[in-house]
């Protein structure tokens, strides 16, 4: 289909506690009003990984995004089975890649599995993410939660048994801007063929940059039944070409690429442990940032008295 949405949950509280637009949870909502199963990744506080679970009660553990690989365990894929056997619907979000492992039960299961691929900018090791929250939290015993968005704007924070330790921007925090940046994506991720207009899910779903509101969702279905399914869940619906969204290439027409700090980076993972090599790798670029900052700021306010005295 040539045509496209940006979607958002009418919701503001929902809104709040998304990454997008929140439509991820009104289809949850919606299969699981139906008697079905809604599966998907999420955080484990207590493993400290984000892991492939599923529910038929609430969305909300699943909301927001995880920027790591998610640990796919096999009594997941085997509980996953048994429901479609049973005849129960279910709704399965996750990345293009996990949703291309899903299709032989598709086959299978016609109609009665809907997948939901996300765009995804690639994901970082689980080992790595484990290893800065160590770094983050002194490695301390305990529940450790984690987020990386805070509506439109990218935002690490960590919880440690309920109490905020650390809330950097993106652009001071190591973890989140060597993700962002194509620093310390997994290796694969520079080779996604799944990065491409031919997607594996019924429905693609992500960020809709340059639209109002800004955190809208990117919403594409892919057949009439997938379209009837978003009409369907409650979201609001804008129709545009699929240009608009084409603008932005990383996840939907091309993997992302591996930046030159990526080289430094892998000398310095060969011989020290993941916070010190990405702080090495980046550390000039944050150290000079705020001077960015102030740059742009004034080469904006000159622009603007130019503009003015014009």
């Known amino acids: 289909m040539t045509s496209c949405y940006s979607a958002w949950n009418p919701s503001v509280e929902d809104r709040k506690g998304s990454a997008s637009g929140g439509v991820?949870?009104?289809l949850a909502r919606l299969v699981l009003s139906q008697g079905g199963v809604y599966f998907g990744a999420r955080w484990n506080p207590s493993l400290r990984r984000a892991v492939i679970s599923y529910t038929e009660d609430t969305p909300e553990p699943f909301r927001g995004s995880l920027y790591v690989q998610a640990d796919f365990?096999?009594?997941?894929?085997?509980?996953?089975e048994a429901y479609l056997e049973a005849g129960r619907k279910v709704l399965f979000v996750g990345i293009p890649c996990q949703i291309a492992?899903?299709?032989?039960?598709?086959s299978r299961f016609?109609?009665?599995l809907i997948c939901v691929d996300l765009i995804c900018h690639g994901t970082c090791a689980a080992e790595e993410l484990s290893a800065e929250l160590d770094y983050l939290t002194g490695g301390s015993a305990g529940e450790v939660n984690v987020s990386f968005r805070d509506g439109p704007l990218f935002r690490m924070a960590v919880w440690r048994e309920g109490?905020?330790?650390y809330c950097r921007k993106a652009a001071q925090s190591a973890y989140l801007r060597g993700y962002l940046e194509g620093v310390t994506l997994r290796d694969a991720c520079y080779h996604c063929r799944f990065a491409r207009l031919e997607r594996t899910g019924d429905i693609t779903l992500g960020d809709f940059m340059g639209v109002e509101p800004r955190n809208a969702s990117f919403a594409w279905p892919h057949t009439l039944e997938a379209e009837a399914l978003l009409r369907e869940c409650g979201a609001v619906l804008q129709e545009h070409p699929l240009e608009d969204r084409l603008a932005y290439r990383p996840g939907i027409l091309e993997p992302s690429s591996s930046p030159k700090e990526r080289e430094a980076f892998l000398r310095a993972r060969a011989s020290q442990p993941f916070p010190k090599a990405v702080r090495r790798a980046l550390g000039f670029r944050m150290w000079t940032e705020p001077f960015r900052q102030v740059w742009k700021w004034l080469h904006h306010q000159a622009h603007l008295v130019k503009k003015a005295l014009s």
């Open 163 to 165: 109490k905020r330790v």
């Open 101 to 106: 492992s899903l299709e032989a039960l598709r």
């Open 110 to 112: 016609p109609g009665q």
């Open 73 to 80: 365990p096999r009594e997941t894929w085997q509980a996953l």
């Open 24 to 26: 991820a949870t009104l």
